[in-house]
């Protein structure tokens, strides 16, 4: 089977000629990132990689895209007092998000989409998209960290995300993260050991650096025990699905913008 036929190729996997042709052909490329960070005492430190690089494969499948190998390493800075976690700079983490979309707009890439499975990484990924635009980078760029997930596990899941002193909110190892690694990667979880865990904090959390263990032991927010399997696909879908309407209404967009100024339309 022709390299082109497939639903979405592995920028690493192919030859220099063959990345020619596939960015000619394709037009769009997923940047996956994760983070190496506890999540809590049954989740693995990859959770976030693994879930990153899941969606972007499933995203890239269905829009024929060219999926790049991930960034392993995010900026964990609240966590980052836990054993085994890896914390980039966000100055660190920009210039090379920064340095990747440069590289891929000198490929004559149309559209570049950053998606994370952390969302520790999405402040670093919005600055990163900003200063490109500012440089006047010749390839449009997304960037996506969940986009909607708790309103859309409403019905889905079960028990309440937990929610600070401020309006901050994380379901960090919680019953959604849980349910999506049980969904991508069931072996590595641990279910005997999750915990139910709803940290109190002080009236001026959200205000100032507060670090996680601080206020959280564990690692995890919320109810992970009546996390599922089932659950886990049905975010999953939502969430691809999500991305992936976003994406194409994007290109439809750009399509349009492209065609009035070269007088031809593209199509995914
Ligand atoms: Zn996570």
Redesign the pocket.
């Known amino acids: 089977m022709a390299k082109n036929s497939k639903k979405s190729v592995e920028l690493g996997e192919l030859t220099w000629q063959e990345a020619e042709k596939a960015f000619k052909d394709r037009k769009i490329v997923i940047l996956p990132l994760g983070?190496i960070?506890q999540?809590g005492l049954h989740?693995p430190m990859n959770?976030?990689l693994v879930?990153g690089e899941r969606i972007a494969q499933l995203t890239a499948e269905r829009i024929r895209a060219v999926l790049l190998p991930p960034i392993p390493f995010g900026q964990v800075w609240s966590a980052r007092e836990f054993p085994g976690v890896i914390s980039l700079m966000p100055a660190t983490l920009k210039e090379v998000v920064k340095d990747v979309c440069r590289s891929l707009a000198r490929h004559t890439v149309k559209l570049i989409v950053l998606i994370s499975?952390?969302?520790g990484n999405l402040s670093v990924l919005k600055e990163a998209v900003r200063e490109l635009y500012d440089e006047k980078i010749s390839t449009k760029i997304l960037f996506f960290s969940y986009p909607e997930i708790e309103a859309m596990s409403k019905g889905i899941t079960e028990s309440e995300i937990w929610r600070g002193g401020t309006l901050d909110s994380t379901w960090?190892?919680g019953e959604i993260?849980t349910s999506l690694m049980l969904a991508v990667k069931p072996e590595n979880c641990h279910m005997e050991r999750a915990v139910i865990e709803f940290p109190r904090v002080p009236p001026w959390y959200g205000y100032t650096a507060i670090s996680w263990k601080e206020i959280n032991k564990v690692g995890s927010f919320g109810n992970a025990k009546v996390a599922t399997p089932e659950k886990g696909y049905q975010l999953l879908r939502k969430s691809v699905d999500c991305i992936v309407e976003i994406i194409e209404s994007a290109w439809s967009s750009y399509s349009k913008e492209n065609t009035s100024q070269k007088g031809r339309a593209n199509e995914l």
């Open positions: 983070s960070e999540h989740l959770t976030d879930l499975g952390h969302q960090h190892a993260e």
